[in-house]
């Protein structure tokens, strides 16, 4: 079997293009590996916008025969453009239910390392759900930044905004690891890049040392046991990581993350509550 791998740069518009893809190039019996990178459509070719569900023609113009009228009074007769606007166009149909609007949000929230809102946001939500499912104490969470997919955007969010941003079938899991494990988790994070962290302070230098670790607001306990909240994932090597090796409970819920997610981003919504957060310096870089 030949294995190739292909990166796709795509953005919400173009996801059903990719699946396409991916069906096609499966069907022949060949393996791929996919990795996927995000890219902003500016429409300079053609002034296509992202289209609602009630706009398709207005936003991403119209294929007549063999011609595409693009929004910006452009007529294509011919080649990729044509071929990628029937596509396209063709799909809306299919794509208007995730173009439902779920939420509101005041400001956008950016992914970025050491820590953002966002990141916050969702680690927060994880560790008080996996609370609330599993009526235990929950000290630390611990998820990584590729885990989030999308960035959450100014103004209305969409169904779409939601299901991109956790798009992969990963688990939650609750584990309980003594605070020796969790400090090197921490200092394995301070060495080779941070991750999405809640329920502890760290500092870190520069040069990748991890300074101090508090948890719970004291200062982490070696010797002590504590409830993590974190995903299947990371459980034996993901992104480099292997919570599950020394723990001394595991329990893998049987939930994925994005059915978590969803219902509490819709339960703000009926409570007339926008999709915001604040990053509240919970890593700290120094000298």
């Given amino acids: 079997m030949v294995k190739n791998e292909i990166v796709m740069r795509v953005n919400k518009s173009?996801?059903?293009?990719?699946?396409m893809l991916a069906v096609s190039l499966t069907s022949v019996g060949q393996e791929y590996?996919?990795?996927?990178?995000?890219?902003?459509?500016?429409?300079?070719?053609?002034?296509?916008?992202f289209a609602n569900a009630d706009n398709v023609k207005e936003a991403m113009g119209e294929v007549k025969g063999r011609k595409y009228f693009a929004p910006d009074g452009r007529v294509f007769k011919k080649g990729s453009t044509r071929a990628a606007a029937k596509v396209m166009i063709e799909a809306q149909d299919k794509m208007a239910y995730?173009?439902?609007?779920?939420?509101?949000?005041?400001e956008a929230m950016i992914k970025h390392a050491p820590e953002c809102a966002l990141s916050d946001w969702f680690i927060d939500l994880l560790m008080d759900?996996?609370?609330?499912?599993?009526g235990k104490k929950v000290d630390f969470g611990f998820a990584n930044f590729g885990g989030i997919r999308v960035d959450v955007p100014k103004g209305n969010v969409l169904l779409d905004d939601i299901?991109?941003?956790?798009?992969?079938?990963?688990?939650?899991?609750?584990?309980?690891l003594r605070g020796k494990e969790i400090r090197e988790v921490c200092e394995q994070m301070a060495s080779t890049g941070w991750q999405v962290i809640g329920g502890v302070r760290c500092v870190g230098s520069k040069s990748g040392k991890l300074l101090s670790v508090e948890i719970g607001g004291e200062p982490l306990d070696d010797d002590k046991v504590y409830g993590v909240v974190t995903?299947?994932?990371?459980l034996n090597g993901g992104d480099g990581y292997h919570l599950a090796?020394?723990?001394?409970?595991?329990?893998?819920?049987?939930?994925?993350?994005i059915d978590i997610v969803l219902p509490c981003v819709k339960k703000l919504t009926a409570e007339g509550k926008p999709l915001a957060y604040q990053a509240d310096g919970r890593v700290r870089i120094v000298e």
């Fill in 33 to 49: 590996s996919f990795g996927w990178k995000s890219v902003e459509m500016n429409g300079t070719r053609t002034g296509v916008t």
């Fill in 129 to 134: 759900q996996c609370s609330e499912i599993t």
């Fill in 163 to 176: 299901l991109s941003m956790f798009p992969f079938r990963n688990k939650m899991c609750y584990l309980e």
């Fill in 245 to 257: 090796k020394n723990a001394v409970s595991q329990t893998v819920i049987d939930k994925y993350i």
């Fill in 14 to 19: 173009c996801f059903t293009v990719a699946l």
């Fill in 231 to 234: 995903i299947d994932f990371l």
């Fill in 98 to 106: 995730v173009k439902q609007v779920i939420a509101y949000a005041p």
